[in-house]
């Protein structure tokens, strides 16, 4: 059998469901993880990273969680922004049956967990957050951002939080030379290992 990773479809192994504590927005929550996602005992240090460094999200319209694994980045948009509609979005089947299941457990009904194909084409987002999966290899991970962040409204932010010894400064000249003119991009924060990209989507 292939080896099983975060970025599988549908996870092999079994599901092992089991509660945890984890602090969103200054608040500790009972959330409930299983195996085959990613980071699935805590809050992993890029994601912590990541929300210690960008601004409150937008109040209302769609925001983006592009690969939310069990729902850090979601939970925390929907919980700062219960007039949004959060879309979180990712291609494991049991970490999205994680966010539906923990977004219920704090009674946010503004989270829609989908696969990439469910995002219904003509959604436009007014931010986009993520600590994509930079182990799927350049190629995968190039065509997830080329698909994505054209699809920020004119005038928004996209803060992605990628570790520095995994290619976040070649990242950061893939994306200023693949998005020239629809973005400017610039570095955030650096912060335990990490580097926060922010692309501001350039008025239309």
Wanted: with cysteine; proline share 9%; charged share 20%.
């Amino acid at each position: 059998m292939a080896p099983e990773h975060y970025f599988s479809v549908t996870p092999g192994s079994e599901p092992g469901l089991r509660k945890f504590h984890a602090r969103l927005v200054g608040q500790v929550y009972e959330l409930t993880t299983g195996n085959g996602i990613f980071s699935p005992e805590r809050i992993d240090v890029g994601t912590e990273v990541l929300l210690s460094n960008v601004p409150a999200p937008p109040p209302g319209g769609n925001l983006l969680d592009l690969g939310c694994g069990w729902g850090p980045i979601a939970l925390s948009l929907a919980i700062q922004s219960p007039h949004a509609a959060v879309w979180a979005v990712d291609v494991n089947e049991r970490a999205l049956d994680l966010v539906r299941a923990n977004a219920e457990t704090l009674g946010l009904s503004n989270v829609n967990a989908s696969a990439p194909d469910d995002v219904p084409d003509v959604i436009r987002f007014m931010t986009l957050w993520s600590n994509p999966p930079i182990r799927v290899g350049k190629n995968e991970l190039h065509g997830l951002l080329e698909r994505w962040l054209p699809r920020l409204e004119p005038g928004s932010d996209a803060w992605l939080v990628v570790q520095r010894n995994l290619g976040s400064d070649s990242l950061h000249r893939w994306l200023q030379t693949t998005f020239p003119d629809e973005f400017a991009f610039t570095r955030a924060a650096t912060n335990r290992g990490y580097r926060v990209l922010r692309g501001r989507k350039r008025p239309s």
